[in-house]
């Protein structure tokens, strides 16, 4: 794919297939944050669709990703709890059980969460597939997700343009340490003048990619999974994880 395709390009499943070639059934690939947070951005533009207790599951998610250290042992009990709604294929009786777990383990109050009917199971299982993305240890299959709750715009938003795909981080040079404060202040922040005075900030630390500076100045809604801001950010936290020299 080239860039004016992936730049034209309306449908995602286009898109996500050169992002996530299949190479079987089932992809088996370790699922990166780019794509955990993206599929935390489509729930979040889907979420007058999803009942209750998937919207508790997205907020729980951002809470686990959003942060750059992931809490490892909170991610694996919330993998397990989050695979029931994909077995519970819309059933009151099935989703109100995991309900009562959640409760009894003080992640959900009474009465918010519990269903009063079954939901079609066909309605249900795009839900959950959606819903059970983030957690997915492997890349998802993301046609099992409905196309209407994929994005063409988000997936622009999180990935970045095949002119810079390969590039995992800006030059160090770029990254200069107001720069890394802007960049952290945008990715808290997610209003659009963060973003352009980051960009500007990074046009005088001499930085040239017209590509980086144009996302950044594009004046579209960002998410946390900005590619621009990963590329500035994840080299920062990757450099604060390593042991100091002495």
């Known amino acids: 794919m080239n860039g004016h395709r992936w730049r034209e390009a309306t449908d995602p499943y ?23 947070l993206y599929y935390l951005a489509c729930a979040r533009r889907a979420w007058h669709h999803l009942p209750s207790i998937c919207q508790a599951f997205i907020v729980w998610g951002e809470q686990l990703y959003h942060p750059w ?5 909170l991610r694996d009990r919330l993998y397990f709890l989050a695979e029931e709604l994909i077995h519970a294929s819309g059933s009151a009786e099935r989703v109100n059980h995991l309900v009562q777990r959640l409760v009894v383990e003080g992640w959900a109050k009474p ?4 269903l009063t009917e079954d939901y079609p199971p066909e309605h249900w299982e795009g839900w959950a ?22 994005s063409v715009e988000l997936l622009r ?25 802007l960049a952290y202040k945008a990715y808290e922040s997610l209003d659009d003048l963060d973003f352009h005075i980051l960009a500007d900030a990074l046009e ?19 998410v946390r999974g900005c590619w621009a801001l990963e590329q500035l950010l994840g080299a920062h936290q990757e450099r604060r994880r390593l042991p100091s020299r002495k």
Do not use: K
């Open 14 to 36: 286009e898109l996500l297939e050169y992002l996530f070639p299949m190479r079987g059934m089932d992809s088996t690939e370790p699922q990166n944050r780019s794509s955990r």
């Open 69 to 73: 250290q992931v809490d490892i042992a």
């Open 111 to 114: 009465d918010h969460l519990f």
């Open 129 to 150: 597939q959606l819903t059970f993305a983030p957690y997915s240890p492997c890349t998802p299959p993301y046609r099992r997700i409905p196309v209407m709750y994929h």
């Open 157 to 181: 938003e999180v990935f970045p343009p095949p002119e810079v795909a390969s590039r995992r981080s800006l030059p160090r040079s770029w990254r200069t340490e107001p720069v890394i404060r």
């Open 204 to 222: 005088e630390a001499g930085c040239t990619c017209v590509f980086t500076l144009e996302h950044l100045r594009s004046g579209q809604p960002h």
